[in-house]
């Protein structure tokens, strides 16, 4: 059995922006099975509802060393499933806004270099109040990367910190945490590590590469994205320090939690279902198309979207092909997702010109994922590169087949579709260009008129797939083993 201690800055339900919350919120419980001892660290951000979330106050102010001062922090317990403690760090200058990263007008705020520092530094101090002695530190990106360098640089000889070991995961490495060298002072590790194999990055902080330098064991999500993030265009500038860490860089997929994502026990879905009974599924997508003003057309074939409008998620590739799409194809799209002002304009106005063929909701609306997921034929994810991606995870839970751009987890997950054998679980394209993923939904669109036997194959195939977190939780409980090895010096 070990001691875990988990410090992030989202973890369902409690603050969620994308995949690293659903992580952060299903790992622990499934670590906790395995007969671990786990608690889970985050911010309690403005947001944060304690009426929705059960939780009590500790007795005593927690306080951490920020500079030549204490900032005093109140600690609140709730839990997760399998009464995993969560902490959550209550300090109103810091972490009581209304967003996580930014405003809503998109803008990062100008803080989060202290922030974050400061939930790093309180996730160690309450260790030493608790105390809870952890075998292995684990943190989740830039957010909490320094941990790993505070745990090495300030807490060597604690009796309680000195001896545990650390496992960084890298989520998204196109997520850094790259700040003016001005906030450098109160990171407070002294400027002999502002170098660059350290923390230093053409004369700025870089927190992630920070903590890819201090961490034991590196890993990130997906065994083709490790490979993927140690080339120079993959590594967005950090391929050379994951290659120096040789074998202490690896990658562990990740799990999903069925609890949440099953369409045979899902209560946000109209009708359930399942690989032996799929009637269900026939419901559940003409809801979806009452729902979202699509016409109700049982036979009509229906690609579903759900994604972060950003850059990595390629849909402005989508948005140069969609039209054409429509207009040559016998399909409807619903989109789901918000983020790129452009691309939510786009999406936004594409019911417009294609009323009852293509609707978008632009927002965040986790029922309608699920409906979406349940809905539709096809899921798209044309993803430039993509870490693990969970959406095509569920899908293939759902019976949705993923239309996918091979990168990532996403080649990791979803097997091609082969038009002689019928073999497979989905449609898998290579280069990222306007031909291939309008080829690639032609094939499936397709397939889904021509061979509808091979679809109702694929779509049995695609939701006995096992990616439960049991699997992923033994991939992490061998890197603490490995991380405590490591630190132990063997
Ligand atoms: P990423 O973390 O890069 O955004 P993932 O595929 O790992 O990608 O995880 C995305 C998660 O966020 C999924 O749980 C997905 O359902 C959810 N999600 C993304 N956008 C939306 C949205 N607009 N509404 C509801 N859920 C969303
Ligand atoms: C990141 C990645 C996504 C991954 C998620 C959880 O947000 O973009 O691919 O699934 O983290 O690890």
Known sequence: MLNIVMIASECV???????????????????????????????KYGFVDSSLHPMRPLPNPLGVRMGNMQEWCAVHEASLPGKVPVYLIEHDLYFGRPGLYHDAALNDYVDNPRRFSLLARAGLQLCQDLPFRPDV?????????????????????????????????????GYQ????????????????NFEPDILEDYGQINFLKGGIHYADLVNTVSPTYANETRTPGGGMGLAPYLNNKGDRYIGILNGVDYTHWDPSADPLIPAAYSATDLAGKSVCKRALQDRMGLQVEPQVPLVGVISRFAHQKGLDVLAQ??????????????????????????????????????????????????????????????????????????????????????????????????????????????????????????????????????????????????????????????????????????
């Open 13 to 43: 339900p409690f603050a969620k922006t994308g995949g690293l919350a659903d992580v952060v919120g299903a790992l622990p419980p499934a670590l906790s099975v395995l007969g671990h001892r786990v608690v889970v660290i985050i911010p």
């Open 137 to 173: 530190v684990h943190v989740h990106d830039w957010q909490t990367a320094l941990a790993t360098a505070y745990l090495k640089v300030w807490h060597w000889d604690s009796p309680i910190l000195g001896p545990a070991g650390s496992l960084l995961t890298i989520h998204n490495i």
């Open 177 to 192: 945490g790259k700040y003016p060298s001005s906030h450098y002072e109160y990171i407070g590790l002294g400027w002999p």
């Open 321 to 490: 092909v969609v039209d054409g799409v429509l207009q040559q194809m016998v399909v409807q799209f619903a989109v789901l997702g918000s983020g790129d002002p452009a691309l939510e304009t786009f999406f936004g106005a594409l019911p417009g010109r294609y009323p009852g063929r293509a609707a978008s909701v632009i927002g965040y609306d986790n029922e309608l994922a699920h409906w979406i997921e349940a809905g539709a034929d096809f899921f798209l994810m044309p993803s430039r590169y993509e870490p693990c991606g969970l959406n095509q995870l569920y899908s293939l839970r759902y019976g949705t087949l993923p239309i996918v751009r091979a990168t990532g987890g996403l080649a990791d997950t979803v097997e091609q579709y082969d038009q002689s054998t019928a073999a497979g679980t989905g449609f898998k394209f290579w280069d990222l260009t306007a031909q291939a993923l309008h080829d690639t939904i032609g094939w499936a669109v397709s397939t889904y008129f021509d061979r509808p036997h091979h679809l109702l194959q694929l779509v049995r195939r695609a939701m006995s797939r096992d990616f439960s977190w049991e699997q992923s939780a033994l991939g992490y409980q061998a890197a603490y083993l490995r991380a405590m090895e490591i630190k132990r010096g063997r």
